[in-house]
T-cell receptor, first 112, second 114 residues
Framework: EAQVTQNPRYLITVTGKKLTVTCSQN?????MSWYRQDPGLGLRQIYY???????DKGDVPEGYKVSRKEKRNFPLILESPSPNQTSLYFC???????????FGEGSRLTVL | KQEVTQIPAALSVPEGENLVLNCSFT??????LQWFRQDPGKGLTSLLL???SQREQTSGRLNASLDKSSGRSTLYIAASQPGDSATYLC?????????????WGAGTKLIIKP
């Protein structure tokens, strides 16, 4: 089954404790992206990747890092999480930047 | 700067009705437009993707249209069912100076009353 898988789905952590949210897709997609969704602010893009070893900042990249060492994986790294990073995070992928976008189920992160 | 607007923010209709959701964009220089549905606390599911050269796309009870000249896309849902209750988002892939950016609407929350 074609899918985008995120882990963990739910996480509560404390300020400053590094964490990684993994994202994996099994559709051989070149394009992958991370979004956060907050009430009243909608979906905002954090980082995206056009292909392996190619990443670019989205609208709200501060406080986040990403890497794209393999085509299927695109982890989101919070080196020192802060409470304002409490949010619902989505990973998405598509066959190209202009193609249909497929989303993961989301990762709800709470930073205390 | 491209802006995407969805009005109304919420809509409640009785089961069985046909309905239209609206999506407006300010700049006609779009590459494509996608409609998604999102169930509470869940991910987004792609419903329909319309390329800029297309006028409409259909999938089952859903029909999406695109009118670039008026800056408008509509999602038509026929014979609505309680299972259609969700938030519907549109996103325009905006092309400017060879750069592409996906611009999102805030969504319309749809409730279908049994």
């Amino acid at each position: 089954e074609a899918q985008v898988t995120q882990n963990p789905r739910y996480l509560i952590t404390v300020t400053g404790k590094k964490l990684t949210v993994t994202c994996s897709q099994n559709m051989n997609h070149e394009y992958m992206s991370w979004y956060r969704q907050d009430p009243g602010l909608g979906l905002r893009q954090i980082y995206y990747s056009m292909n392996v070893e190619v990443t670019d900042k989205g609208d709200v990249p501060e406080g986040y890092k990403v890497s794209r060492k393999e085509k299927r994986n695109f982890p989101l790294i919070l080196e020192s999480p802060s409470p304002n990073q409490t949010s619902l995070y989505f990973c998405a992928s598509s066959g190209g930047y202009t193609g249909e976008l497929f989303f993961g189920e989301g990762s709800r992160l709470t930073v205390l | 700067k491209q802006e995407v607007t969805q009005i109304p923010a919420a809509l409640s209709v009785p089961e069985g009705e046909n309905l239209v959701l609206n999506c407006s964009f300010t700049d006609s220089a779009i590459y494509n437009l996608q409609w998604f549905r999102q169930d509470p606390g869940k991910g987004l599911t792609s419903l329909l993707l319309i390329q800029s050269s297309q006028r409409e796309q259909t999938s089952g009870r859903l029909n999406a249209s695109l009118d670039k000249s008026s800056g408008r896309s509509t999602l038509y849902i026929a014979a609505s069912q309680p299972g259609d209750s969700a938030t519907y988002l549109c996103a325009a892939l905006s092309s400017m100076d060879s750069n592409y950016q996906l611009i999102w609407g805030a969504g319309t929350k749809l409730i279908i009353k049994p």
